[in-house]
Nanobody, 124 residues
């Protein structure tokens, strides 16, 4: 079972940028499909983005995040990142990274391991 740990969350103002990181345990990270989810207060966890295994040449985004958020990976560091630009108050929530089991991985059921999450709060 892979261990995932998110970091990089915090309190920012509307329009700011933030880069989230997720560190994974184990030696097989490059083989993992990885993704990010967000859970806003009182709402279900929703898909943000996913990146394919190995080179990460394939990415997939929820439409509402296209153009603002960018997922990337560094297999040498066992890490996946989420660059978030133009943050809005509606982006407030807990952000989770997860390991996917298939491609494309977009639904909760497509992910098999989860981190504990990192809080992002965007003030207006």
């Amino acid at each position: 079972q892979v261990q995932l740990e998110e970091s990089g969350g915090g309190l920012v103002q509307a329009g700011d940028s933030l880069k989230l990181s997720c560190a994974a345990s184990g030696r097989a990270f490059s083989t993992y499909i990885m993704g990010w989810f967000r859970q806003a207060p009182g709402k279900p966890r929703e898909f943000v983005a996913a990146i394919s295994s190995w080179s990460g040449d394939k990415t997939y985004y929820r439409n509402s995040f296209k153009g603002r958020f960018t997922i990337s990976r560094d297999n040498g560091l066992n890490m996946v990142f989420l660059q978030m630009n133009g943050l809005e108050p509606d982006d407030t929530g807990v952000y989770y990274c997860a390991r996917g089991s298939r491609w494309p991985a977009v639904a909760l059921a497509d992910f098999i391991s989860w981190g504990q999450g990192t809080q992002v709060t965007v003030s207006s």
